[in-house]
């Protein structure tokens, strides 16, 4: 059997309810000595971030996001939402007394099954989080959260062509999302935390382009405000395995933004641009994109 099917076979099998019911019955009660949550927009580097502190031996990570090992935190998908909270924000927004302590106690015995033993900090990434900072600041102590935000024409462009509406039926659009309901997800990540902000008492924003240019000195940054030891230079030499290419970190705004035609940038800001100046994402080269209009 060709072993990309088998992956993928078994990634589905730890996602169904049967082995969630018994993760929640043969897990474990999980207090590590920090929980480190990763926030941001879906296509922003929130998954090769997590796999890269996931090298430090004392953060333990899960195999995916963690939505998916628990049948207590909803999803965008099951909404029919895949990659677009946005949509269903009041579906999957949770505030600190939306859950009792025995739900918020099953999701952490059904993680556990997943999350290797006697590592101190354990680290979650689930873009869903994003609208529920403060239930999780609420409920997993302490809480540390770490926001990574990327140039909002690269997100749109990344959220339009990777949404799998085949794979996640979608209530309203067939094929895939238009650009400005892309454009518009991002926008509502950035002003769900920015209002959210206040409230959290451990968090710390980095930007995607300062992680991919820059990876030493912003990992340190990241590892002095989790107050741990630095990660190992070999993490620097890595290359990481994404999208069936084995690759280093590196910058992939240039290549998702050319791929964006003028009417594209002109939608995206409609929606976007209030934001986008707010980050300091100013408008790419016009002349320079060739992509489709869509």
């Known amino acids: 059997m060709n072993r990309q099917l088998m992956k993928r076979g078994y990634r589905w099998l730890k996602r169904t309810?049967?082995?969630?019911?018994l993760a929640a019955y043969f897990g474990r009660d999980l207090n590590p000595d920090r929980w480190i949550f990763i926030v941001g927009c879906y296509n922003s580097g929130t998954t090769i971030l997590a796999r890269v502190l996931g090298e430090h031996p004392c953060i333990g990570t899960l195999p995916d996001e963690g939505t998916f090992y628990t049948d207590v935190l909803p999803a965008p998908e099951d909404f029919g939402w895949t990659r677009m909270w946005a949509c269903?924000?009041?579906?999957v927004h949770l505030k600190p007394r939306d859950l009792s302590e025995r739900e918020v106690r099953r999701i952490k015995r059904q993680w556990s099954i997943w999350y290797p033993k006697g590592t101190p900090n354990l680290l979650e990434k689930s873009v869903a989080n994003t609208p529920r900072m403060q239930f999780l600041?609420?409920?997993f102590k302490p809480a540390y959260f770490i926001e990574l935000v990327r140039n909002g024409y690269a997100v749109a462009e990344g959220i339009q062509r990777r949404a799998d509406l085949d794979r996640w039926p979608n209530p309203e659009?067939?094929?895939k999302y238009p650009?400005?309901?892309?454009?518009?997800?991002?926008?509502?990540?950035c002003r769900t935390i920015e209002q959210s902000r206040p409230s959290i008492d451990r968090f710390l924003r980095v930007r995607y382009e300062d992680f991919t240019e820059n990876t030493k000195d912003t990992l340190e940054q990241i590892t002095r405000f989790l107050d741990i030891s630095p990660l190992g230079s070999s993490v620097l030499q890595k290359t990481w395995s994404f999208q069936e290419k084995d690759e280093p970190i590196k910058n992939m705004n240039p290549s998702s933004v050319e791929r964006l035609s003028p009417r594209?940038?002109?939608?995206?800001e409609e929606v976007a641009g209030d934001v986008l100046r707010e980050r300091n994402y100013p408008r790419p080269p016009v002349a320079q994109s060739a992509g489709t209009s869509g």
Do not use: P, S, T, V
């Open 17 to 21: 309810r049967a082995a969630q019911h």
């Open 88 to 91: 269903c924000k009041n579906d």
């Open 137 to 139: 600041q609420a409920h």
């Open 173 to 175: 659009y067939k094929g």
């Open 179 to 189: 650009i400005e309901l892309c454009a518009r997800q991002w926008a509502a990540c």
């Open 264 to 268: 594209q940038i002109r939608k995206i």
